[in-house]
């Protein structure tokens, strides 16, 4: 992947309310004036949000609210695409017991493996491509545009699958297997202004709009859930899969559509960070700086830094294989309805954060690497215990409670991946670093899926797909076993970057300071 990168910036903040920034390579003033806000007319709480130091900070906070209610629609149009999928092959009665593993094929799959094929296809595309799109983020004047046109292609996918029905089901969940890729171009985008951001705000500012993006994200994702839960009371029978999921994606277009535009709206025009050499292309130079950045890694930080970008290859392929499994095995073996997934991934949504506070106090008790050994041993066990006690829709609590418990361990594994990462680092080449952090938790999200859908075709049990996620983790956990102790990479992040001597990577990339 190319190199999330940032110009040098020399900030002086004026009594005007506009930020002065000053570009060291050009020499000249820019203004770079607060837009007006479109939606202060909503109440103070928009208003604020968009009066934040500057425009691209403000933009990062609409595009996190816009993610929230997106990732929630996908869990009612999963077991909706399931559903469609069992009533095509004559599968699906609403009043009788059905045993699901005794379905025929649709397409040639089981419609339990549908969920999962989508995630490998999404994962294998993202692998494949994102390098391209980060190059063309980096070495073109077009982020902007990358971005937004991201953002308008996802949106328009979502607005045409409000018309998901048993006869087009099959389109829209090619449709849901694209969309998962062109999500993550707009998050490659987005994600390459926060170096600028946290240069242009200073550090300590940067941690409380950190935090600030992580609680509206959330906010919104309870909101929508709530949303979806009062309609589909109010309005749609309780196990009408296909009108929950029809709901979601018109409430998610309504939600998502205008932050998306919003956030787009605010992100600045940015120039290209780096030159093209007429030897070079678009094509071919992202995956050459995958390659270089990870020969720099493995010459200079294995045993620190490399390690931990290894474990987080398959610990977050996993991790995010677990929402794909969780809507399958819930639908499948527990006979939980698209309305109670609602219900269960609310409860899930709630449990992080008591999750995340643990998280960081073990931390500080310990160190974040003992920190996250536990929590990936406590994610194996429970993984092991849930998968084999909830193997039926008997007892019904069963799923609220380790929903619960899943949710706590989510929440106390990603903010603590984000602070070893955070810290142990070197610094110097921040934003390209951070390019390369997102790479590797995308780079093998296709394979758990994959392993899970060919164990489903198999006749093997979901429960034992669910459980061979623990393979990744338990990858992951030796890893960390592997890597030095926290102390010493803390101490090796704070000396001079031995990357910075590597020629083969610093003619090609642009300092962050």
């Known amino acids: 992947m190319s190199k999330l990168q940032t110009d040098y910036y020399d900030i002086e903040t004026s009594t005007t309310s506009k930020t002065v920034i000053r570009t060291k390579e050009q020499g000249d003033d820019i203004a770079d004036e607060h837009k007006q806000c479109p939606c202060s007319f909503l109440g103070q709480c928009f208003d604020k949000l968009c009066r934040l130091e500057t425009n691209d900070a403000t933009a990062f906070g609409f595009y996190r609210m816009g993610n929230g209610p997106l990732l929630m629609s996908n869990v009612y149009l999963s077991a909706a695409f399931i559903t469609l999928a069992e009533k095509q092959i004559d599968c699906y009665h609403e009043d009788d017991e059905i045993d699901h593993e005794e379905c025929g094929d649709v397409y040639g799959f089981r419609p339990s493996s549908l969920i999962t094929i989508i995630g490998t296809v999404s994962g294998i595309l993202s692998a494949l491509l994102l390098p391209f799109i980060g190059a063309t983020i980096d070495c073109t004047d077009h982020r902007r545009k990358v971005g937004a046109l991201a953002g308008l292609i996802m949106m ?22 694209l969309n998962g890729f062109i999500y993550n171009i707009q998050t490659l985008a987005a994600y390459s202004y926060l170096p600028t951001i946290a240069t242009s705000v200073g550090s300590k500012l940067m941690m409380k709009y950190s935090a600030d993006y992580q609680a509206v994200m959330f906010g919104m994702e309870v909101v929508y859930l709530l949303v979806c839960i ?35 709206y605010f992100f ?7 030159q093209l050499s007429s030897r070079e292309s678009l094509f071919t130079t992202g995956f050459i700086e995958v390659f270089k950045t990870a020969k720099g890694i493995y010459t200079h930080y294995s045993s620190s830094l490399g390690y931990f970008l290894l474990a987080a290859v398959v610990c977050d392929s996993a991790s995010a294989a677990f929402t794909q499994i969780a809507v399958t095995y819930l639908s499948q073996v527990c006979d939980v309805g698209g309305q109670e997934l609602g219900y269960i991934f ?12 643990f998280g960081s106090w073990l931390s500080t008790r310990t160190n974040p690497f003992i920190s996250i ?27 609220y409670i380790y929903g619960a ?12 991946e984000t602070l070893i990462f955070s ?13 390369f952090f997102l790479y590797c938790t995308q780079i093998l999200t296709w394979l758990p899926p994959l392993v899970i859908t ?10 034992w797909g669910g459980m061979s996620l623990n393979i990744f983790f338990g990858i992951g956990l030796a890893i960390f076993f592997l890597i030095d102790p926290w102390e010493k990479c803390a101490e090796v992040a704070e000396k001079p970057n031995k990357m910075l001597h590597n020629e083969e990577i610093k003619d090609n990339w642009v300092d962050d300071k």
């Open 268 to 274: 600045t025009e940015v120039s290209k960070r780096r």
């Open 156 to 177: 328009s996918v979502q607005a045409i699958q409000i018309g998901t029905t048993q006869s087009t089901w099959f389109v829209m969940a090619v449709l849901q297997a």
């Open 454 to 463: 060919i164990m489903n075709e198999s006749d093997v049990h979901l429960k």
């Open 230 to 264: 009062g309609v589909a009371l109010a309005l749609i029978e309780q196990n009408d899969n296909q009108k929950t999921a029809q709901l979601g994606q018109v409430v998610n277009v309504l939600f998502s559509g205008p932050f998306y535009i919003l956030a787009w």
């Open 423 to 435: 810290i142990i680092h070197p610094k110097g080449q921040e934003s390209e670093l951070a390019g």
């Open 405 to 416: 418990v899943w949710g706590f361990l989510l929440g106390w594994f990603y903010p603590m």
């Open 346 to 357: 609310l409860i899930v949504l709630l449990s992080t954060i008591p999750g995340s506070y």
């Open 373 to 399: 050994r536990i929590q990936l041993s406590s994610f194996i066990g429970f993984n092991f215990l849930a998968f084999l006690t909830m193997s039926g829709p008997e007892p019904a609590y069963l799923p």
